[in-house]
């Protein structure tokens, strides 16, 4: 019957038929295992059997093999348990006693130090002689059952030395020791078992109690960020009103005061063409009156037509300087840096209060960033070692191959990495050095390419009496001396930069709060041979 099951197996599934189909190569599958092994095999364009490897040409149509269909029911009508194929598997224990392909051990004999599968097992239930065999569950590991010295049963336990013994080795080795059964001993210790498994449950209830408590934090913590998004697009979308009724009334009132004065310039106009008007009538008279030849008409006329009056319009003429609209312009607009410089502070605040700054090294260590020196930037008088990320100035032009993105006035040198979000990274100095980020795009020549003296870096200038800080040619003394080592935190999206001395603990020596618009680049610059400056590799 074992070999008739083997017969009537599936190779692919390895388990007995089912719905049974039969190649042109005369292998029968199961319609589901053959079909899904095709389905596969389709990705490379290939049908053939799974069995004997041979290739067709295009896919069989599959029909059930009735035959084989009804050999499977009667094999499983009979109920031997080689119907169910209960094949060993790889993590399972296999049948001692099968040939060829084994069947799952149902139990294992101590005593024959053999698996049986149900079949094989039946003398052990059935034959007197087997009756005093004990039978376990199946087991992998009968050997380290046995007592490797006296080739007998392991059903001793030794508490003085903490090991399963045999018998023999009781009265032998162990002889005076606290022996006891296995049994016992195994009760003793379900005993401890029990109250292990006491202890993790409540440490299991526990950590679900936390847990719960953890999701009701993470609830908590969403609905208070939605109702801080909410509030906050409200306050700034009231912001946004206010300022578009605020740009209204100032240009209503910049309309109105426009209708005034050319109001006023349109009379003063008005009166200015009359006066013309009339100057010109009396030009036109007097030009008149000297082309007569009459002396007599002349001298009678010539008094009333000469009198001008008084010009009466010309203090009024002046254009007046409060008409002119370019100061409303200048307040606007000194207005529009001051709430620029507003938005800006409460935005860092903001970042601060979200992702407030590190306090301690080990804080500041989980944002270490892994940074070496690009040699492609660096002055012609710098030598790199340590794996570029240490630089000192030879005092002498090295003659390095010539690149676009080379310092060319001051011994200095960028970064290969970019910095963005949050980055921390210490320097080693010794003289006069500068600890410094820069933009990518900084000058490579000229004055404006020294770290600080242009928009575009921020430089820490370091040495033994002391600090100051430069940005933009602006320099603030920093009253702290720096020790051997600085730290710099940077937090980009903020517009955090902070410069840190580090000892036993990290005093701030200088805080940046700006925008970033670009990506950054970690920079030094050594002042003399005997000055050097070395990226530490953090751990």
């Known amino acids: 019957m074992e070999a008739r099951a083997e017969v009537l197996s599936c190779s692919i599934c390895l388990d007995l038929l089912k719905d049974p189909v039969t190649l042109n190569c005369g292998h029968s599958f199961c319609q589901v295992c053959v079909e ?54 790889p993590e399972d224990v296999a049948c001692d006693s099968c040939t060829g392909r084994k069947l799952k051990a149902l139990k294992s ?32 590991q009968l050997q380290e059952i046995l007592c490797p010295q006296h080739d007998k049963v392991k059903e001793m336990f030794c508490r003085t030395d903490q090991q399963v013994i045999c018998h023999l080795c009781a009265v ?5 020791h606290h022996i006891v059964s296995a049994a016992a001993e195994r009760r003793e210790r379900e005993k401890e078992v029990d109250q292990s498994r006491g202890r993790i449950q409540q440490r299991i209830q526990e950590r679900e109690e936390e847990l719960k408590l953890l999701q009701q934090e993470q609830e908590t913590i969403r609905d208070s960020a939605d109702k801080a998004v909410k509030d906050s697009q409200e306050t700034l979308q009231q912001l946004i009103q206010d300022l578009q009724r605020r740009m209204s009334d100032v240009e209503q009132q910049i309309r109105s005061r426009q209708e005034t004065e050319a109001t006023r310039v349109q009379g003063l106009q008005e ?11 009396k030009d036109a008279e007097l030009q008149q009156l000297s082309l007569t030849d009459s002396h007599l008409v002349f001298l009678q006329n010539w008094s009333s037509l000469s009198e001008v009056s008084e010009d009466t319009l010309s203090s009024r003429t002046h254009v007046h300087p409060h008409c002119c609209f370019e100061e409303v312009a200048a307040a606007v607009s000194a207005s529009r840096e001051r709430l620029q410089d507003l938005l800006r502070d409460t935005c860092t605040n903001i970042s601060l209060m979200l992702a407030p700054e590190p306090k301690t090294r080990a804080e500041f260590l989980r944002f270490s960033q892994d940074i070496t020196l690009d040699p492609n930037t660096a002055g012609s008088w710098l030598l790199l070692s340590e794996g570029n990320r240490k630089v000192r100035d030879t005092g002498k032009d090295q003659s390095p191959p010539h690149h676009p993105d080379r310092f060319t006035r001051y011994p200095q040198v960028l ?14 100095w010794r003289g006069r050095a500068v600890i410094a980020v820069s933009y990518k795009n900084i000058s490579r020549s000229g004055g404006e390419s020294e770290f600080g003296c242009n928009d575009k870096s921020w430089s820490l200038y370091c040495h033994s009496s002391g600090c100051s800080f430069t940005h933009n040619s602006i320099t603030t003394k920093v009253s702290t001396v720096p020790s051997s080592r600085v730290g710099v935190y940077l937090d980009h999206s903020a517009g955090l930069l902070s410069f840190y001395s580090v000892s036993e603990t990290m005093t701030l020596l200088h805080r940046v709060h700006t925008t970033f618009t670009q990506p ?3 920079g030094v610059l050594v002042w003399s041979s005997s000055s050097s400056c070395e990226i530490l590799k953090l751990n």
């Open 271 to 281: 009166q200015l063409e009359q006066e013309i008007a009339e100057l010109k009538k």
């Open 36 to 89: 899904g092994y095709w389905d596969f095999e389709d990705e490379r364009k290939i049908c053939r059997c799974p069995q004997c490897r041979r290739t067709f040409k295009r896919r069989p149509v599959l029909q059930k093999n009735v035959m084989l269909a009804e050999l499977v029911e009667e094999l499983k009508k009979t109920g031997s348990p080689a119907a169910d194929l209960c094949y060993a598997g």
């Open 520 to 522: 950054l680049h970690a």
């Open 109 to 140: 004999c101590l005593q024959c130090l053999t698996s049986y599968c149900e079949l094989h097992l039946q003398p052990h239930l059935e034959a007197p002689a087997f009756r005093r065999h004990k039978l376990v569950q199946p087991s992998k």
């Open 415 to 428: 970064s290969k990495e970019p910095l963005t979000g949050c980055c921390y990274w210490e320097v080693e």
């Open 172 to 176: 032998d080795q162990h002889k005076d």
